[in-house]
Nanobody
Framework: QVQLVESGGGSVQAGGSQRLSCAAS????????MGWFLQAPGKEREGVAV???????TYGDSVKGRFTISLDNAKKTLYLQMKSLTPDDTAVYYC???????????????????WGQGTQVTVSS
């Protein structure tokens, strides 16, 4: 399994922006899909965004137009650029890898086989 380490979380004011990073321990192959998920207090983990090996993307309805997922294969790093943040975006954010994906992008938690430890994002009003 690929090891994943998130960074970039912290506190931000509503309306602000933040970028999360996820460093992978090994190469990210074209067969992979890489995703971002969030888990708010007392709620289940849910999908935010996913990118396929061909660069195609899918976003959850709550973040469309505000969040952008990207992948730098050379750096083995996944990013999530977040803007227009609201207190409802407060959560622990996780990155995840699905190795045998081949662009079958999914925001379903159980489809992913490697997970990072998460990074907290807190948005204050």
């Amino acid at each position: 399994q690929v090891q994943l380490v998130e960074s970039g979380g912290g506190s931000v004011q509503a309306g602000g922006s933040q970028r999360l990073s996820c460093a992978a321990s090994s190469s990210i192959y074209d067969s992979y899909c890489m995703g971002w998920f969030l888990q708010a207090p007392g709620k289940e983990r849910e999908g935010v965004a996913v990118i396929g090996g061909d660069g195609s993307t899918t976003y959850g309805d709550s973040v469309k137009g505000r969040f952008t997922i990207s992948l730098d294969n050379a750096k083995k790093t996944l990013y999530l650029q977040m803007k227009s943040l609201t207190p409802d975006d407060t959560a622990v954010y996780y990155c995840a890898a699905r190795r045998r994906c081949w662009n079958r992008r999914s925001l379903v938690v159980s489809d992913y086989d490697s997970w990072g430890q998460g990074t907290q994002v807190t948005v204050s009003s």
